[in-house]
T-cell receptor
Framework: GQNIDQPTEMTATEGAIVQINCTYQTSGFNGLFWYQQHAGEAPTFLSYNVLDGLEEKGRFSSFLSRSKGYSYLLLKELQMKDSASYLCAVCDSNYQLIWGAGTKLIIKP | IAGITQAPTSQILAAGRRMTLRCTQDMRHNAMYWYRQDLGLGLRLIHY???????GKGEVPDGYSVSRANTDDFPLTLASAVPSQTSVYFC?????????????FGPGTRLTVL
């Protein structure tokens, strides 16, 4: 079967760094996406990784290891507005996205 | 309009009634998708369309139907609603169904079936 695992909830302090992990087992792999979803809103695209390594985009970075079936999203200099759910999704062999349940990130002042 | 719109924003529906959720995009994207999002679960694909005139079944298609008569519109119909279809429904689109193309999401429709 196909499976995406993420922690349900994490808490971090404003100004700090947090790493959100995602492990996956899917039928085929055509890249991994991270999305941000604020409560009551639609998901919005953060990053895409298809090759191993780190992709940096401002305060956000995403890492992929295909051999380990593992990715993480790194958020630096946390701000209160970063309080949201972070969704990991893998593009499978049929080019459909398989989604994790999301990690709710709570930022404390 | 810019992006994807969905209607209605929310709806309370009696079980057994028929309901169509509307989705329109103005980005000329080829691919469109319908997902449902339930607490504690990831987004689950209901139906998709890789291009106008074609549709396909996703992970949870039972009880739902779609059509794609043109590029812009992708309505989702519940023929006879049941309480287990209570959920938040998101429509999404992407330039291509192929590798690497991000999906853009509409604001969602919150549906309650009583």
């Amino acid at each position: 079967g196909q499976n995406i695992d993420q922690p349900t909830e994490m808490t971090a302090t404003e100004g700090a760094i947090v790493q959100i992990n995602c492990t996956y087992q899917t039928s085929g792999f055509n890249g991994l996406f991270w999305y941000q979803q604020h409560a009551g809103e639609a998901p919005t695209f953060l990053s895409y990784n298809v090759l191993d390594g780190l992709e940096e985009k401002g305060r956000f970075s995403s890492f992929l290891s295909r051999s380990k079936g593992y990715s993480y999203l790194l958020l630096k200099e946390l701000q209160m507005k970063d309080s949201a759910s972070y969704l990991c999704a893998v593009c499978d062999s049929n080019y459909q996205l398989i989604w994790g349940a999301g990690t709710k990130l709570i930022i404390k002042p | 309009i810019a992006g994807i719109t969905q209607a209605p924003t929310s709806q309370i529906l009696a079980a057994g009634r028929r309901m169509t959720l509307r989705c329109t995009q103005d980005m000329r994207h080829n691919a469109m998708y319908w997902y449902r999002q339930d607490l504690g679960l990831g987004l689950r694909l209901i139906h998709y369309s890789n291009t106008a005139g074609t549709t396909g079944k996703g992970e949870v298609p039972d009880g739902y139907s779609v059509s794609r008569a043109n590029t812009d519109d992708f309505p989702l119909t519940l023929a006879s609603a049941v309480p287990s279809q209570t959920s938040v429904y998101f429509c999404a689109s992407s330039d291509s169904p192929a590798q690497g193309h991000e999906q853009f999401f509409g604001p969602g429709t919150r549906l309650t079936v009583l």
